[in-house]
């Protein structure tokens, strides 16, 4: 099976629901969107880098924000900004949702999630927008499995999101769920199908994991195209629901050249007796062996019809002499 890791960047909003969602969708769309008990994202909202920043140093405030949003920063704003930091967790602790193992295939995803608590200072990634174990570790965190619901939303092109379902995870902090599973909240909700957003994210403001749908529906694309193109799969179907597709005429082609092989073992059977004109007529309407097909059927009705009575031999009387 194909595996790869889905990242997307997605931008967060909440407005009206997206074409096909119904009134009772639209009211799942909020700003902020998460299982109650969840971690948080260690990304700050504006509400607190504001506080955090407010002791700083005006000289060092853009370093230190781009410090606490995983960025470099000179060595004094860096530490300015970690300072900042202690003093907001000593009077707000917080927990962090930390993703310690992910895999990511064509079906789901399986998540290895935990909580990170009692945090020396703030925890940042320069590498994603999801804190690893190393993060966690960094910033003097305790860490154990999260226990809990993880609520799964949906994120469209305009960065609206609707939440459409929620898992949980085990007490080793495992978590599953299917694409398919996905698709099916979003029918229940009114929101049209899965393949009308772009992204989805796993827990309170993607601390789970952020994943493009997108790229996930072209790489579906691309493995279907594979099993098409070794003789498995409907051609047709694909051309069909992958329309957009920079290779689906290679598809059409396939399907054409499929169509036209089953109308030749049709036709060898129609000539062999085995399958009647009239039923190889019904199953193909435009065909280059429509026409030879046409004057079987009328020779074979033409031989099927009974003979006039004034053509027919004349039989003799039993008391003829």
């Known amino acids: 099976m194909l595996r790869t890791i889905l990242t997307a960047v997605v931008v967060i909003g909440a407005s009206a629901a997206p074409r096909g969602a119904s009134a009772s969708g639209a009211a799942h769309m909020t700003g902020r969107l998460g299982a109650p008990g ?7 909202d504006a509400d607190e880098l504001a506080q955090m920043l407010a002791d700083v140093d005006p ?3 853009s370093e230190a924000e781009r410090s606490l949003r995983g960025g470099r920063a000179r060595h004094a704003c860096a530490k300015a900004a970690m300072q900042a930091s202690r003093r907001r967790l000593r009077r707000t602790p917080q927990r962090f949702g930390v993703v310690l193992h992910r895999r990511v295939d ?3 995803v399986r998540l290895v999630v935990a909580q990170a608590t009692g945090c020396r200072e703030w925890p940042t990634s320069s590498r994603s927008r999801i804190l ?4 966690a570790l960094a910033a003097g965190c305790r860490l154990r499995p999260y226990r809990g619901a993880l609520a799964l939303v949906v994120v469209g092109k ?13 007490r080793e902090g495992v978590v599953r769920f299917r694409f398919a599973d996905v698709d099916r909240g979003v029918r229940v909700h009114g929101l049209g199908t899965l393949d009308d957003w772009t992204a989805l994210q796993a827990g309170h403001d993607g601390w789970a994991g952020r994943f493009d749908l ?7 694309a691309d493995w279907h195209l594979g099993w098409v193109r070794r003789g498995r799969g409907s051609p047709a179907l694909f051309a069909l629901r992958h329309p957009e597709h920079p290779r689906s005429q290679v598809a059409i082609d396939l399907a054409v050249e499929a169509n036209l092989a089953r109308q030749q073992r049709d036709f060898v059977s129609v000539e062999r007796g085995v399958l009647p004109p ?5 199953r193909y309407v435009w065909s280059p062996m429509r026409h030879s097909v046409e004057s079987m059927l009328a020779e074979l009705r033409k031989g099927s019809t ?16």
């Not at 969840?38 to 700050?44: L, N, T």
């Not at 690893?132 to 993060?135: G, L, P, T």
């Not at 009239?278 to 019904?282: H, K």
């Not at 009974?306 to 002499?321: F, H, I, L, M």
Request: aromatic share 6%; hydrophobic share 40%; with cysteine.
């Open 214 to 220: 997108v790229r996930l529906r072209g790489l579906l």
């Open 278 to 282: 009239a039923t190889f007529l019904d």
């Open 106 to 108: 064509l079906v789901g």
């Open 59 to 61: 000289g060092c405030r």
């Open 158 to 170: 305009d960065g609206r999101r609707a939440e459409t379902l929620r898992v949980h995870a085990d």
């Open 132 to 135: 690893a174990e190393f993060d």
């Open 306 to 321: 009974p003979a006039p009575v004034s053509a027919r031999t004349p039989q003799s009387s039993a008391s003829s002499p």
């Open 38 to 44: 969840e971690p948080r994202a260690f990304a700050p």
